[in-house]
């Protein structure tokens, strides 16, 4: 199993849950983020130096997948919210070690 991470712009969680939904995955969790890129945002001066300090507002949406799922994944999050603009975003893979489902127990892959 793997944690597949993204964050992405608000605008386009509408086309990743649709995405997701088409894959057949039966769940994600959705936060409210704050972060900064590369391009670090709008710049302003102190004392002479310009200083890169906005924070751009973000969603970051995990899912948890079986390994075969990790792929199909990732390429559908990359189609349903690429714009080629620069802030679009990145994509976190990591290992999850057990997932239990809290209601009957069950473990694995069949808790997912
Ligand atoms: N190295 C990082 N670690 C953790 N979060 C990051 C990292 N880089 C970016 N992020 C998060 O992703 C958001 C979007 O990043 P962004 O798409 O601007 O990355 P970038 O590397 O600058 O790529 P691009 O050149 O396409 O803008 C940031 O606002 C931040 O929340
Ligand atoms: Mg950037």
């Known amino acids: 199993m793997k944690k597949v991470e993204c964050i992405i712009r608000p605008s386009r969680i509408e086309e990743l849950i649709v995405a997701v939904e088409k894959l057949g995955i039966n769940g994600l969790n959705i936060t409210q983020i704050a972060g900064y890129g590369k391009q670090k945002g709008a710049t302003n001066i102190y004392r002479g130096v310009e200083y890169e300090v906005k924070l751009k507002e973000k969603l970051k949406v995990e899912i948890v997948v079986e390994e075969d799922k990790?792929?199909?994944?990732?390429?559908a999050i990359l189609e349903a919210v690429r714009t080629d603009e620069v802030g679009d975003g990145k994509i976190f893979i990591y290992p999850i070690e057990e997932t239990i489902?809290?209601?009957t127990g069950e473990k694995g892959v069949k808790a997912i």
Not at 70 to 75: A, G, K, R, T
């Open 70 to 75: 990790v792929e199909p994944l990732v390429d």
């Open 101 to 103: 489902r809290i209601r």
